[in-house]
């Protein structure tokens, strides 16, 4: 949940992080400005079964769009002018042509374009979404947990089990608190060289078979990926790409997996004091397990993206090997919205609407249009009540919107939305991407959602 609220928050922010650009401008500071998500990867840490998971609160974002979008959007052109859209051609005035690239430079710089791994996990929950927005297709999903459960004691036990445990059970977050043996061999002998050339992991790595409807984007790579379109991950029993795809297939959002071997420690590493600590809190180096870890993403992954290459928990240096990545991104339809007709892909974005756009928001996170959707049910229903309370008889619906990724040089950052009040084809979507300082801003998975039935704006 608390992720779920940070992203929430992001989106309030949003509008107070720099003026607002002129409709029909790809708004580079709306990405560069943005909190990244409280997750951006898998934890350096283990515990029994857990997995920290990406959630969509629709119910939390629909709030603060609802909260944030409270300005009348306008287009210059409604009515018939803009059914005749769908067929018209974009005119120079009206649209950035291809390779759109000679922005300002005086954009603000951002960390964003270089994530570092999270060091500690998120509790997610499922929250209820209101039957009147669009969703994805499943918003379910797995709360962070232990595979621990309360069970009875043959003996009275001295204190009250928590809930969820049992007695005797010790918290593998506690000092010095065994963690979960992993699944791969003990390497010997126990230090961050040997266990970085171990030769079966590069094996594993080097002679694993890409899974049906997947490419192989990189191969036994020392470091695993991390970006704002993390979702979440899961240990396994063994290095198998196969398991990995499939845990993909089936989760939500999900269009790339990062197969690794990590080097953790076997019991928490503690350094509470010294080594005289007659407590048992002091472990700051202890001996290693290995840990088969498979990722999931929300948007295409490379090697540009393998930007963790562990770190240190006290003294113990958490390390990667045989780190894969396979991607089905680019042949992934996303999922048709509620209210909307299938979504239509198209090679670029539409930065630029001309008299037909509303406006533009940014969301972090992985690739998910149903927050784009979120967002033009927001705008919309901000223009029709403004149109009532000034005794209007019409008011600008959205129509149509475009979502695609960013990346920032070659890293995911999140969901770009822009509305429209009508539907524009397919020669719109022009923008393929563009540079602000230092930083490219690429565009991935660009698909338009046009309403099933056109609003005619009318009261």
């Not at 970085?196 to 890409?210: G, M, Q, R, V």
């Not at 565009?443 to 056109?454: G, I, K, P, R």
Request: glycine share 6%.
């Amino acid at each position: 949940m608390r992720s779920n609220l940070l992203v929430a928050v992001a989106i309030a922010r949003l509008a107070v992080a720099a003026p607002a650009p002129a409709p029909q401008q790809f708004d580079f500071a709306a990405v560069l400005e943005a909190p990244s998500p409280s997750v951006t990867g898998p934890p350096l840490t283990v515990v029994a079964n857990a997995t920290s998971t990406f959630s969509v609160d629709t119910a939390s974002i629909a709030a603060s769009v609802s909260a944030e979008v409270t300005t009348v959007a306008t287009a210059s052109i409604t009515g018939a002018s803009a059914s005749a859209a769908s067929t018209e051609e974009p005119s120079s005035t009206g649209l950035e042509k291809r390779g759109w690239g000679s922005t300002s430079t005086t954009a603000k710089s951002s960390s964003s374009s270089s994530q570092k791994a999270s060091t500690s996990s998120t509790v997610q929950s499922t929250v209820s979404s209101s039957s009147a927005l669009p969703t994805t297709s499943s918003t379910s999903t797995t709360s962070q947990q232990s595979s621990t459960s309360t069970t009875s004691s043959q003996t009275a036990c001295p204190t009250t089990p928590e809930a969820g445990t049992y007695c005797g059970f010790i918290n593998p977050e506690d000092p010095c608190a065994p963690q979960p043996d992993g699944y791969g061999p003990k390497v010997t002998p126990d230090t961050v060289a040997a266990f970085e050339a171990y030769p079966e992991f590069h094996a594993d790595a080097l002679s694993a078979i890409t899974p049906a409807s997947y490419v192989q984007v990189f191969r036994d790579l020392n470091a695993s990926t991390s970006a704002n379109s993390y979702i979440t991950y899961k240990d396994l029993t063994s290095y198998s790409v196969s398991d990995c795809a499939n845990f993909c297939d089936t989760t939500d959002l999900c269009t790339a997996f990062n197969i690794y071997v990590e080097r953790d420690p076997s019991i928490n590493p503690t350094a509470n004091g010294d080594a005289s600590n007659s407590t048992g809190q002091y472990c700051p180096n202890p001996s290693s397990i290995t840990n088969y870890k498979c990722s999931l993403w929300g948007s295409s992954i490379d090697a540009t993206s393998a930007t963790n290459f562990g770190d240190y928990r006290e003294s113990f240096q958490v390390v990667i090997a045989a780190s894969n990545g396979y991607d089905k991104t680019n042949t992934t339809t996303p999922a048709t919205l509620p209210g909307y007709e299938q979504p239509s892909n198209c090679t670029g974005a539409i930065s630029a609407g001309g008299s037909y756009c509303l406006g533009s928001r940014f969301f972090p996170g992985p690739y998910n249009p149903s927050v784009c959707g979120i967002y033009a049910q927001a705008q919309t229903a901000t223009n029709k009540a403004a149109a009532k309370n000034n005794g209007a008889k019409a008011y600008v619906p959205s129509n149509m919107f475009n979502a695609y990724m960013v990346k920032v040089n070659s890293v995911a950052q999140g969901t770009y939305c822009s509305l429209f009040n009508t539907v524009l084809s397919d020669s719109w979507a022009a923008f393929e991407g563009g540079w602000s300082g230092q930083n490219f801003f690429g565009v991935e998975s660009s698909w338009t959602y046009a309403l099933s039935e056109q609003d005619s704006g009318k009261l």
